[in-house]
């Protein structure tokens, strides 16, 4: 049974720093693409970051670039998001991705909220 489980997120003030995570059970996680995207109401799912199947190279959306990390602990099946200097724009779901060719697995989202 393929389990994708985010944790980490929560209320924080502008210019704070969050560390979500996603532990991957049910799948061969180190043949995996792993990506974080995000959602607030209204809008589409974006992509934020990837970490690329052998964790050799990431991707991240211009407007988090400097500011978040994504990273990947392939023994452990987990991937992580480091989010710094966090901004009111950076508020919304975030949801981890497990994709291989035409296969894409997903959590269930983890709420971010950015507020004074």
């Known amino acids: 049974q393929v389990q994708l489980v985010e944790s980490g997120g929560g209320l924080v003030q502008p210019g704070g720093s969050l560390r979500l995570s996603c532990a991957a059970s049910?799948?061969?996680?180190?043949?995996?693409?792993m990506n974080w995207y995000r959602q607030t109401p209204g809008e589409e799912r974006k992509l934020v970051a990837a970490?690329?199947?052998?964790?050799?190279?990431?991707n991240y959306a211009d407007s988090v670039k400097g500011r978040f990390t994504i990273s990947r602990d392939n023994a452990k099946g987990t991937v992580y998001l480091q989010m710094n200097n966090l901004k009111p724009e950076d508020t919304a779901v975030y949801y981890c991705n497990a994709c291989f060719s035409s296969i894409n697995y997903w959590g269930q989202g983890t709420q971010v909220t950015v507020s004074s």
């Open positions: 049910g799948f061969t996680f180190s043949l995996y693409t």
């Open positions: 970490t690329i199947s052998g964790g050799g190279s990431t």
